[in-house]
């Protein structure tokens, strides 16, 4: 640059991005760019080469033609300090090994690294030819003391005393080991050399360097491994006999009296026979000596400098076989003459004398060539015909006369039998038919003359006559097998029907005689229901306890019955608050709009509704008027959003859905309470009572809830259950000194039933909550001369078949009639207490609240009961009838059953029996005759209400 020009500059670029440098010229031929820092993005990468190029005067660059590029070096890229050695090459050896340090900043100088480089704590001498500056160490190893066996690599920068920053170890580790040679194999071979040998021993691939000594001239070292290296022999100096065998790695030297012995090579004395073809592949046997030392033995021969060679397997050490290898000749030079090769003989590893023969005159004679079959290629024979191959040198013309070759001819993947000529090849074609291909092997030669189509002279192949002749003894094993199960059979209908006709006659027997029993129980009445009863014996509940179980069902202990519960401090404000909100319920508009407004609410649910309609009913009960008049409203209101939905108005009223539905409830509540009491609470509790008593004449299933004389037939027991009435003598549990009570009872009647029944006639006119609980006693059977018997539904006596248990009847512990029989309270048995904490709750609260139910018959079917297995034992309950819905019971149990049709007669006697009271409840609800002084004017005013709103609508329905 001229003055006023700018000067040199180095321009960098890194990673696309352009950075100048000042540059200082210091002569003609050199520049220097000024010391700065560069950085480059990325972790991966320890150096980054980036393109160079010197500027002057700001944009005139200096050429480049040798692009030369600056080395960026990061530091902390994968290593931990610049002057981490990256690789030491071996990782382990003895003394003398040249080990091989690579990686960064080692130097740039051989003054630098010389005497500082360090393997295992032992020093390693650096070899100036070996050194790459800044790259590659190469260092020979010192010996190392018996107790250094491992260490890493240490190279230290500088000249002079090593300084701690200027000093990297590597992160591999260099071991020191003591290598051992153990055996060899093979221990002998021929004295020409080249046979491999394989050295075991421990830790051979140590060190840099290794050779291989018979005794004092060198085995050619191949490869090696931890345990293992092999080398190549050369021929013996010494002749024949036995060398000793030592191993050096780099300046260890291995030895242990290990032996090889040379042994005369071996010799070749005869090869029969000494002809082939062309191709080859034709069997020789050679017969020679020492053949056994040989590891590889090839057989050779070599044609117009063209070598074709082919393995032999030796058999013994006089004695080998050998595939004569094919004569390299060009299809277009083979003659119908024999030629010899140029050279014929073996290679016995690296034994000359044996390449080529002068001893043998062995020649290759022109290959056998095939015709067609046919000019189509596909020969028509009948079975058994002969094939036969036509062509020409079959038989080669040897000196001892025909030759014979190995010829091998396949029908499909069947051999045939061969008679062999100088242009004929005859075949005894194998059993076959159909189409087979043809393909003629001989040496290495492979030949497909074409196709053989094989017919049969019958109609019918053997393989058709065979198939007929299986198929049919197929079908008369067939008709056979059929004739013998039609006859078992027939047998076994034979058997079903008379067994059917005895179900038909004993069912019929059994028919008659169950319409029998219904004829008779049609003719007979029920004549000791309540002659005992009167109107006190009637429970009637007092109005107050029959308001709160309508209002608010299942609360005992309702809010509104106490007084008001608020701290004192805020009584004055909450009672002041009651009574402006009782002014308020108390005006009609408020009140209508308050309950419009919560039923609007989408959150106000069914249970709401209720709640609000009773509290409101509550506090109207003294100005009847006034929620007559916004009842009145409310239903209106009802009956026009009814319409305006298009619903049914015979659906109106069905469910308790709204407020004013509530409301209408408890108001035919406050005002029937009079005449419930006077009038249809007599022939509705007798109607009760009639149900009970007409139900317990027969079997009850405890379980089911069936019964022999049910009001539905869906609770009817259907199949004959054989019991009998008993009587038993009950002495009152209050009053032991009181005269016994005879109660009439069922043997096939559980414990529980049995109790049951014995309460029932022990508190005849006691209300239900005033009597003992049957859960609460136990039944004990007094016999005579003091003994006592403990009845229960359960206990170690109970019968269990399979996984069904049966639950204890009078009949299991055979009760007779007349026995005495006491309720005492429930006392803990050793079977109780291990029992009834499982079947207490199981029996007494799964089986009697079934029993207790009530309800229409589609909730009767929906609680028919589940018996599931106990849980620890896996045993179901029953009584008198097995749960329907378990598929276990046996074919014998259904086919004693009879059709339902046959017990319609006792629903019939059942309700017939029941029709007086029914007609007697009936007469004195409806009728205005039976009234007497109590009549309901509620319901006359409420059904001129409903006329009112169905003349105001148009509804006019007579039905």
Not at 227 to 233: D, E, H, P, Y
Request: glycine share 6%; aromatic share 8%; net charge negative.
């Amino acid at each position: 640059p001229q003055s006023g020009q700018r000067g040199y500059e180095c321009l960098l670029t890194i990673q696309g991005n352009e950075h100048r440098v000042p540059a200082l010229r210091f002569n003609s031929s050199s520049v220097q760019c000024q010391n700065t820092s560069y950085f480059y993005d990325g972790m991966e990468m320890s150096s980054l080469p980036v393109e160079l190029t010197v500027i002057w005067n700001g944009d005139f660059s200096i050429d480049n033609p040798a692009h030369n590029k600056v080395h960026l070096y990061k530091c902390d890229a994968q290593r931990g300090s610049c002057g981490l050695c990256l690789k030491a090459d071996p990782l382990f050896g003895e003394g003398g090994t040249l080990v091989t340090i690579r990686g960064v900043n080692l130097g740039l100088d051989f003054r630098e690294i010389q005497g500082n480089v360090k393997v295992a704590e032992v020093d390693c001498t650096p070899i100036r030819d070996g050194y790459i500056p800044a790259e590659q160490i190469v260092c020979e190893m010192g010996r190392a003391e018996m107790s250094q066996y491992t260490g890493n690599v240490q190279v230290c920068v500088g000249i002079g005393p090593c300084e701690k920053d200027f000093m990297a170890k590597s992160s591999k580790y260099y071991y020191f080991v003591i290598p051992r040679i153990t055996s060899l194999k093979p221990s002998r071979g021929p004295v020409s050399g080249g046979t491999i040998v394989n050295i075991t021993g421990s830790h051979l691939d140590s060190g840099s360097n290794v050779s291989v000594m018979f005794k004092d001239q060198p085995c050619t070292y191949l490869r090696r491994g931890g345990q293992w290296l092999t080398c190549r022999t050369h021929a013996s100096l010494h002749g024949y006999g036995n060398v000793s065998v030592s191993v050096s790695i780099d300046k260890a030297q291995l030895q242990k009296d290990l032996q090889f012995e040379y042994v005369e090579d071996p010799t070749i004395t005869k090869i029969e026979p000494e002809w082939s073809i062309y191709s080859g592949h034709t069997p020789v046997t050679v017969t020679g000596t020492n053949l056994d030392i040989i590891q590889t033995p090839l057989i050779r021969a070599k044609y117009n400098s063209h070598e074709t060679l082919n393995l032999c397997n030796v058999l013994s050490s006089t004695s080998m076989q050998c595939q004569v290898p094919e004569l390299p000749i060009s299809l277009a030079r083979q003659q119908e003459a024999p030629e010899k090769p140029d050279e014929f003989g073996f290679k016995l590893d690296d034994v000359q004398s044996l390449m080529a023969l002068n001893t043998t005159n062995f020649i290759y004679y022109p290959n056998p060539e095939f015709e067609l079959l046919s000019s189509s290629g596909v020969l028509e024979l009948k079975p058994g015909s002969p094939i036969i191959l036509k062509g020409r040198n079959f038989l080669p013309p040897t000196n001892s006369g025909n030759g014979k070759l190995n010829y091998t001819v396949l029908i499909g993947d069947k051999p045939c039998m061969l008679t062999v000529s100088e242009t004929q090849l005859l075949c005894e074609s194998p059993n076959l038919t159909g189409r087979h291909k043809v393909l003629a092997r001989v040496g290495g030669i492979e030949f497909s003359p074409g196709v053989v189509h094989i017919t049969s002279d019958s109609p019918l192949s053997s393989t058709a006559i065979i198939g007929i002749a299986a198929a049919g003894a197929l079908l008369i094993f067939f008709i056979v097998v059929v004739l013998i199960a039609y006859k078992r059979k027939s047998r076994e209908s034979d058997l079903t029907l008379k067994r059917l006709q005895m179900q038909m006659d004993n069912l019929e027997s059994r028919v008659a005689l169950e319409c029998k029993e219904a004829f008779a129980e049609l003719q007979t009445d029920i004549h000791e229901l309540t002659s005992d009863l009167d109107g006190a014996g009637i429970p009637f509940l007092d109005y107050r306890t029959y308001t709160m179980r309508v209002l608010f069902p299942g609360i005992e202990e309702h809010p509104v019955l106490r007084d008001l519960e608020v701290p004192g401090y805020r009584q004055e404000q909450v009672e002041k608050g009651l009574k402006l909100f009782g002014q308020l319920i108390n005006n009609k508009i408020f009140l209508l709009c308050f309950i419009r407004t919560l039923e609007a609410q989408r959150g106000f649910s069914m249970r709401d509704r209720g709640n609000v309609a009773s509290l409101i009913m509550t506090v109207l009960q003294s100005k009847l008027e006034y929620a007559t008049d916004v009842l009145k409203h409310l239903l209106s209101d009802l009956i026009d959003r009814n319409l305006e939905s298009k619903n049914h108005p015979k659906l109106l009223l069905r469910r308790t859905e709204s407020v004013a539905e509530k409301m209408l409830t408890n108001w035919f509540t406050f005002l029937l309470y009079k005449f419930l009491k006077e009038c249809a609470g007599e022939p509705l509790f007798s109607l009760f009572c009639a149900i009970k008593q007409q139900m317990e004449k027969g079997p009850i299933d405890s379980i089911t809830g069936e019964a022999r004389y049910s009001l539905s037939e869906d609770k009817l027991i259907r199949q004959q259950i054989d019991y009998k009435t008993l009587v038993v003598n009950c002495i009152h549990p209050e009053n032991e000194k009181s005269p016994e009570i005879q109660v009439k009872v069922l043997n096939c009647d559980t414990i529980s039933q049995v109790k049951e029944k014995i309460l029932d006639a022990i508190y005849k006119n006691v209300p239900y909550s005033h009597r003992l609980k049957a859960s609460d006693m136990d039944l004990e059977w007094r016999q005579g001369r003091g003994q006592r018997m403990i009845l229960q539904d359960e206990d170690i006596t109970t019968k269990i078949e399979g996984d069904w248990k049966r639950l204890n009847m009078l009949a299991h512990y055979q009760a007779p009639d007349n026995a005495v029989m006491a309720l005492v309270p429930k006392q803990v048995t050793a079977y109780n207490s291990v029992n009834n904490s499982t079947v207490s709750r199981t029996s007494a609260s799964k089986y009697e609240n079934m029993i207790k139910y009530t309800g229409s018959p589609d909730s009767l079917r929906s609680r028919t009961p589940m018996i599931t297995p106990d849980l620890e034992s896996g045993v179901k309950v029953w009584h008198l009838v097995k749960n329907h819905e378990h598929g276990d019971q046996k074919e014998g149990d259904r086919g004693s059953k009879m059709v339902s049709e046959i017990y319609l007669t006792r629903l019939l006697a059942t309700k017939g029996t029941l029709q007086k009271f029914v007609d007697d409840l009936f007469e004195t609800i409806f009728s205005t005759a039976h009234r007497g002084s109590a009549l309901p004017l509620a319901i006359k005013y409420m059904f001129d209400f409903l006329d009112e709103q169905a003349d105001k609508h148009n509804i006019h329905d007579p039905h």
